[in-house]
């Protein structure tokens, strides 16, 4: 039988429609796996319509659960209802992945000040999608065919991350990207870990993290039996684990150190996957793109690879 998988449309106001309607009517896709598409089909239909996209086939099911009317959406702002509205279509998806009314869940691209504007505390799916499953190990692995990264913080300010990291949440992030590769990917993975400090701290010249926090993780890492290396300049280790081929992933101290490298290789294919859920959930690797929403020039190729890889994870299990 086909994987069956949830897409949540996105934010209204962003390409998340566009990407959607694109990737669930490719027939890469609809030979891959069966879809339940949930979001606002007045919305869908409406660009459907405006952008000339063919209306997805009766054998790819359309949840309705909001009331928007289109010609009230302003393209490229955010909106309290659009917030309330993106947040729903996410719940309903884990609820159906929860309940096993569907294999894996991919998520469309959501605008954090929209959904604060609606009340939502959470500065994105991550942590709204822990708090839904009651789960608190996870972590943010965003990946494609040559690269994947896992971030050991992740929406924090720069000035916070050295305070933010311990030898505990180090050796999880570790921990979670070695169980997530066994039992999804398949393989016994190659774990490189990027040091916070230039030169890798330079023995205490930049920096003392990599001796307080990041080795004592990674030797605790390895008494558990996981491959893992030394703190690595993080000014090689992409190209160590890109050209090299050397290790399997990159876990990285913060946001940025893990994601421009990523979206330079992976800017149109990369895809998000949250590590440690109940759950499998795969997301596009881009937000909301209000620039050129509702223009029609929306790439989904993003979306087209995150639904690639949540039926082939759902296929390991």
Same mark, same amino acid.
């Not at 789960?135 to 065919?145: C, Q, S, W």
């Given at each position: 039988m086909k994987t069956t998988v949830a897409i949540t449309m996105g934010d209204?106001?962003?390409?998340?429609?566009? =990407?959607?309607?694109?990737?669930?009517?490719?027939? $890469?896709v609809k030979r891959l796996c069966r879809l339940a598409?949930?979001?606002?089909?007045?919305?869908?239909?409406?660009?459907?319509?405006?952008? +000339?996209?063919?209306?997805?086939?009766?054998?790819?099911?359309?949840?309705?659960?909001?009331?928007?009317?289109?010609?009230e959406i302003r393209p490229g702002r955010p909106d309290s209802a659009c917030g309330r509205a993106m947040m729903r279509y996410v719940?309903?998806?884990?609820?159906?992945?929860?309940? +096993?009314?569907?294999?894996?869940?991919?998520?469309?691209? /959501?605008?954090?000040?929209?959904?604060n504007r609606a009340g939502y505390k959470f500065p994105g799916h991550t942590e709204f999608m822990a708090d839904l499953t009651?789960?608190?190990?996870?972590?943010?692995?965003?990946?494609?065919?040559?690269l994947k990264v896992v971030l050991?913080?992740?929406?924090? &300010?720069? $000035?916070?991350?050295?305070g933010l990291l311990t030898i505990d949440n180090i050796y999880k992030t570790i921990q979670l990207t070695d169980g997530t590769f066994k039992k999804y990917f398949g393989l016994k993975p190659r774990i490189a870990v990027a040091a916070l400090n230039?030169?890798?701290?330079?023995?205490?010249? !930049?920096?003392?993290?990599?001796?307080? =926090?990041?080795?004592?993780?990674? $030797?605790?890492?390895?008494?558990?039996? /996981?491959?893992?290396?030394?703190?690595?300049?993080?000014?090689?280790? !992409?190209y160590r684990t890109i050209e090299n081929k050397e290790y399997d992933v990159v876990v990285c101290m913060y946001h940025d150190q893990g994601l421009i490298p990523l979206k330079l290789i992976h800017f149109e294919d990369g895809v998000n996957?949250?590590?440690?859920?109940? /759950?499998?959930?795969?997301?596009?690797?881009?937000?909301?793109?209000?620039?050129?929403?509702?223009?029609?020039?929306? &790439?989904?190729?993003?979306?087209?690879?995150?639904?690639?890889?949540?039926?082939s994870m759902a296929k390991k299990v």
């Open positions: 209204p106001a962003g390409i998340g429609p566009e =990407v959607v309607l694109k990737a669930v009517t490719s027939s $890469k598409v949930l979001g606002d089909e007045v919305v869908l239909r409406y660009l459907a319509r405006k952008m +000339g996209i063919e209306w997805p086939a009766a054998d790819i099911r359309i949840i309705n659960l909001s009331s928007l009317n289109p010609e719940e309903e998806a884990v609820l159906m992945a929860m309940d +096993g009314d569907v294999d894996a869940m991919v998520t469309g691209p /959501i605008n954090k000040e929209a959904i009651r789960t608190r190990d996870y972590a943010m692995m965003l990946g494609g065919k040559k050991v913080t992740i929406h924090e &300010s720069i $000035k916070s991350v050295p230039p030169h890798g701290g330079e023995k205490g010249l !930049f920096g003392n993290e990599e001796k307080k =926090v990041i080795v004592p993780a990674i $030797k605790r890492a390895r008494r558990a039996g /996981i491959e893992v290396s030394d703190p690595l300049p993080p000014d090689t280790v !992409f996957v949250t590590l440690g859920l109940p /759950i499998i959930r795969t997301s596009v690797a881009h937000g909301t793109a209000y620039d050129i929403a509702w223009k029609g020039v929306a &790439s989904p190729k993003s979306m087209i690879a995150a639904i690639e890889m949540a039926v």
